[in-house]
């Protein structure tokens, strides 16, 4: 039996960042993850270049059914600070848009300066290990492991979510957070894309590939970024941050023209342009293949001198509002992240502690804070890692 101060639960962004704070406290800490190796999802992040944080970062850009708790961990510990951190390892990083920070080279770059930080502050990663039990005792934590017993006055649970089944994602955090009478948010998959029913599929099919800017909007929010026809149905960044607010049975509506009035330029060409095909004036804003799939082919050859008025709002109305019903996502299989999780109303907005079960923590993606596209959840994890580190 080895008795510890701190056990951390998964060796990913929020677990090693808990870590490394604790261990430079002087406490001993354990991370143990039944993966093979720490940081999978760091490794995978941004296509293999980790987008590690956002130039611009407040609570709006996260979803919970607590608003306001993700507010107290990210002011204390900033994009300001972990950036800090990376410069002083002098991983160069680039700004992508909206304020997305990425590696120039590798996510490797991230995670070897974790582990670095890790042994420098005597924290001992335990992989492939696999937790059968976990009992509290009058001293903290009880845990029973295929690689030996543990003992420990604070347990961490970072375990993440079930996005991304591949990296070894598990129910694990949420069964503890259960076992300990925690209430757990309903979770589903977060910045995935969608699927179609079969007539859309069909319809869309040929438009694989092409990729517009557009506005999503779901009942409860609306986002304008690149979309993506693929194969299986709609993805892409306005896609991926619609997702995470959609329910299912809903529908979606997408305007693939923004920054334009639809109806008033075609209006106009009509009168500058009376012998042009419609087709020919809406490719100039669309791609070509788009303009075939939405727009009736008899009406697209039509001069403009011909097209009428309710015609015209006709077009408008399904290039600007066209009603989507996705017949669900692709699941975690794909989803970059959980949707829901523990309960923030159920623990400490600074330190992360259950408010009903001293010693036992939550952070990271097991926690019902859910970050958009380009940062956020890795700042989250960062930052709520940090906050438990210090009392831990």
């Not at 974790?114 to 696999?130: F, K, P, S």
């Not at 991926?240 to 607010?245: M, T």
């Amino acid at each position: 039996m080895q008795t510890l101060d701190v056990i951390i639960v998964g060796a990913g962004a929020s677990g090693l960042m808990c870590a490394i704070e604790a261990g430079k406290r002087g406490r001993k800490v354990m991370v143990l993850d039944h993966a093979n190796k720490a940081g999978k999802k760091i490794l995978m992040s941004g296509g293999g270049r980790c987008n590690f944080t956002n130039y611009d970062v407040s609570a709006a850009y996260y979803l919970s059914h607590n608003p306001h708790f993700c507010k107290s961990a990210l002011s204390r510990y900033t994009q300001w600070d972990f950036i800090a951190m990376v410069e002083r390892y002098a991983i160069p990083y680039h700004e992508r848009d909206h304020g997305q920070l990425f590696c120039n080279d590798s996510a490797k770059d991230i995670l070897n300066m974790l582990l670095a930080e890790c042994r420098q502050a005597g924290v001992a990663i335990t992989l492939n290990c696999r937790i059968d039990t976990v009992t509290q005792t009058e001293h903290g934590f009880a845990l029973t492991t295929d690689k030996g017993d543990f003992n420990c006055a604070s347990l961490v649970i970072a375990s993440g979510g079930l996005s991304i089944p591949k990296m070894s994602a598990s129910p694990f955090g949420y069964r503890i957070a259960e076992q300990f009478g925690l209430k757990v948010q309903p979770t589903r998959a977060g910045l995935v894309p969608f699927t179609l029913h079969e007539k859309d599929k069909t319809r869309f099919a040929p438009l694989a590939g092409v990729a517009v800017d557009a506005v999503v909007t779901t009942k409860r929010k609306s986002f304008r970024e690149n979309l993506l026809f693929t194969h299986r149905g709609l993805s892409g960044p306005a896609i991926l941050q619609a997702s995470s607010w959609w329910q299912a049975g809903e529908s979606i509506t997408i305007n693939f023209l923004p920054a334009l009035d639809l109806a008033v330029e075609l209006a106009a060409c009509k009168q500058s342009q009376p012998a042009q095909q419609l087709k020919t004036v809406l490719g100039r804003h669309l791609p070509k293949r788009l303009v075939t799939a939405l727009v009736d082919a008899q009406l697209a050859s039509t001069p403009m001198q011909t097209i009428s008025g309710k015609q015209i709002e006709q077009v408008a109305n399904q290039l600007h509002r066209l009603t989507i019903l996705p017949n669900g996502t692709e699941g975690y299989r794909t989803a970059e992240v959980t949707v829901g999780g523990v309960d923030c109303d159920e623990l400490s907005s600074k330190t992360m502690q259950a408010n009903r079960v001293a010693g036992l923590y939550f952070i990271g993606e097991v926690v019902d804070v859910t970050g958009w596209l380009g940062g956020y959840n890795f700042q989250w994890a960062w930052s709520s890692g940090w906050c438990a580190g210090q009392v831990v």
